[in-house]
């Protein structure tokens, strides 16, 4: 069964930090690189953060220096610490596997969880 819960979102001060977890189940999110993914108001899903099953990491320009993707492989989780937040990190954030198309090859459709939101505000 493939599932994936996000946690750790809330209301977060210009400055502050958040971490956020997913737990997944289902050996597709064991042996493939995994992503974080966000969704601001109005906008589509885009990617943040990607971790290979070895640990290598790359970030998008707008996060790099402030956000750091992890992975517990042996607890299924996949992590995103969140520094320096901004207003414009306002969004619904949601883990999945990286490339997303890997779901559907693997399952013939995509699998999202209801992701947790993020809001930057003072």
């Known amino acids: 069964q493939v599932q994936l819960v996000e946690s750790g979102g809330g209301l977060v001060q210009p400055g502050g930090s958040l971490r956020l977890s997913c737990a997944t189940s289902?050996?597709?999110?064991?042996?493939?690189?995994m992503g974080w993914y966000r969704q601001a108001p109005g906008k589509q899903r885009d990617l943040v953060a990607t971790i290979t099953r070895g640990g290598s990491t790359d970030y998008v320009d707008s996060v790099k220096g402030r956000f750091a993707i992890s992975r517990d492989n042996a607890k299924n989780t996949v992590y995103l610490q969140m520094n320096s937040l901004k207003p414009e990190d306002t969004a619904v954030y949601y883990c999945n596997v990286h490339p997303v198309i890997t779901m559907r090859r693997v399952y013939g459709r995509d699998y999202w969880g209801k992701g947790t939101l993020v809001t930057v505000s003072s």
């Open positions: 289902g050996s597709i999110f064991t042996n493939n690189a």
